[in-house]
Nanobody, 116 residues
């Protein structure tokens, strides 16, 4: 079992910044992928950014150049620095943990609201 706890969401004006953090605990495999997904009401949960334990990253086109994902393997944490936020970035952001062995795990989600 893996537990994910997110923090850092909130309300910000367009153009502002937020930093999301996710702490993983439990049965963590050394080789894994962690990332962030966004969901708005009535739509599927979409990838925002992911990072492997080796440091490889992948971003949604809509956030490239504005968001930066990073991780601290020693602390089993992943962060998402979100700059130049836009109203369309609004949604619930979920942290996800994936590994070759075992199931995928999700956090409880944190709300990000960007006002225009």
């Amino acid at each position: 079992q893996v537990r994910l706890v997110e923090s850092g969401g909130g309300l910000v004006q367009a153009g502002g910044s937020l930093r999301l953090s996710c702490a993983a605990s439990g049965s963590i495999f050394r080789i894994n992928t962690m990332g962030w997904y966004r969901q708005v009401p009535g739509k599927q949960r979409d990838l925002v950014a992911v990072i492997t334990s080796g440091g490889g990253t992948n971003y949604a086109d809509s956030v490239k150049g504005r968001f930066t994902i990073s991780r601290d393997n020693a602390k089993n944490m992943v962060h998402l620095q979100m700059n130049s936020l836009k109203p369309e970035d609004t949604g619930v952001y979920y942290c996800k943990y994936s590994a070759i062995y075992g199931s995928d795990y999700w956090g409880q989600g944190t709300q990000v609201t960007v006002s225009s």
